[in-house]
């Protein structure tokens, strides 16, 4: 393997790092050797958005795409062939404001001014994203696009005001043409191999070589997991191979019956996915982790690593979700919920990857109800105490499929075997209901930590499994409007 400097687009020029370091982060990188220090560090470990860039890439049709991310969690060689944005790239003329931070002024919508780098960002994202489109957000989606943002100081009104503010002033968009050929032309080097053991490659076909020759080496995906295995756990990651570029493995397919995957796909391509079939998804897509950090992370790093208290695992069970792992040139498929052996371990051999999640599409003829309920301390970007992701099939009043999956119940993500026996075949009202819940005691002896104790989280468990019946019970279910705040007009 030739090793080769890495190479991205960042003010207006190629920059061209000799020897990178596999793990230096991307705000490293900005504060201590650019000295962009506009860029500012928080709690270096994705939650709060004080460091927010904006990373920009050619889609599939080869235009530019611009997303938000944490600089913190980013390691430095996953910029390569791409363009880097931060605070010091904007303004509207030389000296003047950009209207993203005009309106910040205008609505007096910073007073330390910490986290507002971070904000001016997310929202120079979401105004070119409008710009381009010709649309303009509300201010419920403007809410969702600042997700990943904390202030503690202004409060968020005027800085919502000032994302609507934002669209009035004449419209200053980004050139984008140099900034696409500047990809283009960067996009012709060869997959990055660099001295210190960062490897990218390209295809399928050699990623699954690397794999195999390199077993000792740690895939990385979109490294909102691995980040912080680095700025708080202080770990040496070795050498490191990163899926990102694999082209075969960044899609999201739907087909007739099925939706895949790819185990390199965005969190928020896949989620996107998922809710287009089944609308009630909807919250807990929102509701995981924030955009930064779904534009960054891959559903296939939160099924590979397998937390207890991961959000996609327990919706995929729910679903019906089939893995497809590959070693070499070798694929084999496992029913997702088979997959977690105990706290964190999980069925991959040495030298395996996973490849896909394959999805089961609704069934017209015989549609189950879904929802997944997540609890967590803060509404935003918070980690789940317990994530309940429910799925039931009546025939009649009767139960004729059923699944329950259960985040931060277990050691594992993990079905609810007894209560779904007690279930199964029977009348959906009252009583089955109260069986199940007195099984799902049964079925789970969760563990007090910081964010639930073990009492609290039974409970809350066994009372949405009581929300689930009021919402859909055979007669007289709960309305979207009667268990939803976003179905009421004066949310959104
Ligand atoms: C601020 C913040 C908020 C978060 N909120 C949530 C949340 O609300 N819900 C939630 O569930 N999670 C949350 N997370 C956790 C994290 O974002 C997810 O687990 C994410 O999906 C991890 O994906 P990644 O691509 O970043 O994986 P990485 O960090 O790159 O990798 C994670 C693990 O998966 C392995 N891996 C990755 N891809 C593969 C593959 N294809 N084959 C084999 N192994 C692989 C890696 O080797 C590593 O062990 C949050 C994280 C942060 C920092
Ligand atoms: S410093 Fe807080 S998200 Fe990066
Ligand atoms: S202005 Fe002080 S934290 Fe937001």
Redesign the pocket.
């Known amino acids: 393997m030739n090793t080769r400097p890495l190479r991205f687009f960042h003010q207006g020029q190629v920059v061209q790092i000799d020897e990178p370091s596999s793990t230096r982060s991307v705000l490293q990188w900005l504060r201590e050797d650019a000295r962009c220090t506009g860029t500012k560090e928080g709690c270096a ?3 709060c958005g004080a460091c927010t860039v904006v990373l920009g890439t050619l889609d599939a049709s080869g235009e530019l795409a611009l997303q938000p991310v ?1 600089a913190c ?1 980013q390691f430095l060689p996953t910029l390569d062939g791409k363009a880097l944005f931060t605070v010091e790239d904007l303004s509207a003329a030389p000296a003047s404001l950009h209207p993203v931070q005009q309106s910040l002024v205008a609505c007096h919508a910073s007073q330390c001014g910490f986290c507002t780098p971070g904000f001016v960002m997310s929202l120079w994202a979401c105004y070119e994203g409008h710009q381009q489109a010709g649309t303009v957000p509300t201010r419920q989606q403007l809410a969702d696009d600042l997700s ?1 943002n904390l202030c503690r100081c202004t409060g968020y009104r005027p800085i919502l005001d000032a994302g609507q503010q934002m669209f009035q002033a004449p419209a200053v968009p980004l050139a984008r043409q140099p900034v696409v050929e500047a990809l283009k032309s960067l996009a012709q080097d060869p997959p990055l191999h660099t001295a210190a053991g960062f490897h990218a490659p390209r295809c399928l076909a050699d990623f699954a070589a690397l794999r195999e020759s390199l077993p000792q080496a ?11 295995w680095v700025t708080k756990q202080f770990r040496d990651l070795g050498e490191l191979i990163s ?1 990102n570029e694999v082209a075969e ?1 960044k899609t999201v397919t739907v087909a007739e019956h099925h939706i895949t995957i790819g ?2 796909a965005s ?1 928020q391509s896949a989620w996107q996915a998922l809710v287009a079939d089944w609308p009630t998804l909807r919250d807990v897509w929102l ?4 955009l930064p ?1 779904r534009h ?7 099924v ?2 397998g ?1 207890p ?4 695992a327990p919706a995929l069970i729910a679903l019906g979700a089939t893995l497809v792992l590959q070693r070499g040139a070798l694929q084999r498929r496992m029913a997702l919920e088979d997959f977690y052996v105990d706290y964190m371990k999980n069925r ?1 051999e040495p030298g395996e ?3 896909s999640v394959e999805v089961p599409r609704p069934d017209p003829a015989a549609a189950a109800q879904v929802r997944v309920y997540k609890i967590s301390k803060r509404f935003d ?4 105490a317990v994530c309940a992701a429910l799925s039931l099939r009546l025939d009649g009043d009767r139960i004729a499929a059923v699944r329950l999956a259960w985040g931060g119940l277990a050691g594992t993500v993990k079905r609810a075997a007894q209560a779904e026996a007690a279930l199964l075949g029977q009348v959906w009202n009252e009583s089955s209901l109260q069986a199940a819940q007195a099984a799902l005691a049964q079925d789970f002896k969760p563990l007090t930590d910081m964010r639930a104790s073990a009492s609290y989280r039974l409970q809350v468990a066994q009372n949405l499994l009581r929300r689930f019946w009021l919402e859909t019970r055979p007669a007289k279910p709960l309305t979207e409007s009667e268990v939803s705040v976003w179905a009421r007009p004066e949310v959104v």
């Not at 740690?218 to 912080?228: E, I, P, Q, R, W």
């Not at 509701?287 to 924030?290: D, I, L, P, V």
């Not at 960054?296 to 939160?302: L, Q, V």
């Open positions: 470990e994705g939650d944490n969690i990943g740690k895939v990385l995906a979109g490294s909102t997991d691995m980040g912080l899926i493995l185990a390199a969190l509701r995981f982790a924030s950090i960054a992370g891959t559903m296939g790093g939160n590979a690593n937390s208290i991961g959000d996609s991959l990857f996973l490849h970007c918070d980690i789940s």
